[in-house]
């Protein structure tokens, strides 16, 4: 009961009720349990106006957390997970490419990225067993980019509920509506479905209709 996010509490009542029925099956003597699921509402993400801009801003205040951002945008990747334990052995030779084992990535299947060439120009490469971050062994803990990037939107205008994955969004988008490829998209966010795909499509500042698709007078 504690959970704000309805998204959060009906992934742990859905698990909640998975044991009570395995208790249940196997004669112990509990309860249904009587909570009952929160609507979800949708959150409509909106890209970024001008991403080279906010982009310059985030170089000239803190490279890593620009980094990140560019490598969000650039490469579709999920900022704190997937981007924040990248090392150099992940990246191909010339750099053109970021290859991630199953066990990186959400959907658990193996991923190989282009990566564009102004993303390649801010890599410089290292040891490849080094954080491209860190440029140590360990990575930063979970919540370095979070934090940056919050002290970041103190100090300068950023549009309201942009966050960190607004980048992936804008990216997204910007696929979108230049290929109208759901399966490009899919590939692109390295989801596991296109069912995936279209539920992240209503997420996104995309219009299904045009105005020639309107009734006309």
């Given at each position: ?6 998204t959060?509490f009906n992934?742990q009542?859905?698990?909640?009720n ?26 409509l993400?909106?890209?970024i ?5 906010l ?8 490279y ?19 981007i ?8 191909s ?5 970021i290859?991630l ?11 190989i ?20 971050f ?7 803990n ?5 934090n ?7 100090k300068n205008?950023?549009e ?7 980048f992936?969004?804008t990216?997204?988008?910007?696929i979108y ?16 479905s296109?069912n995936?795909?279209?539920?992240y499509?209503?997420g ?10 309107m009734?006309?007078v």
């Amino acid at each position: 009961m504690r959970y704000t996010n309805n998204t959060s509490f009906n992934t742990q009542r859905r698990q909640l009720n998975t044991l009570l029925l395995f208790l249940q099956e196997n004669s112990f003597p509990v309860k249904k349990s009587c909570l009952k699921a929160r609507k979800q509402v949708e959150v409509l993400h909106k890209p970024i106006a001008d991403i080279n801009i906010l982009l310059e801003a985030l170089k000239g205040y803190n490279y890593n957390l620009y980094l990140c951002c560019l490598l969000a945008y650039g490469c579709l990747l999920r900022p704190h997970r997937e981007i924040r334990l990248l090392t150099w052995r992940d990246f191909s030779e010339d750099l053109c490419f970021i290859y991630l084992s199953g066990k990186r990535v959400k959907n658990k299947r193996n991923r190989i990225v282009p990566v564009p060439s102004y993303v390649r120009k801010e890599l410089k490469g290292g040891d490849l067993h080094l954080n491209i971050f860190t440029n140590e062994k360990h990575p930063f803990n979970e919540s370095y980019f979070s934090n940056v990037w919050r002290r970041f939107k103190r100090k300068n205008p950023v549009e309201e509920g942009t966050t960190l994955y607004s980048f992936r969004h804008t990216a997204a988008i910007e696929i979108y509506t230049r290929t109208g490829s759901l399966i490009k998209l899919q590939k692109a966010m390295g989801h596991s479905s296109l069912n995936v795909s279209l539920t992240y499509l209503r997420g996104l500042e995309v219009a299904e209709l045009t105005e020639e698709d309107m009734p006309m007078v």
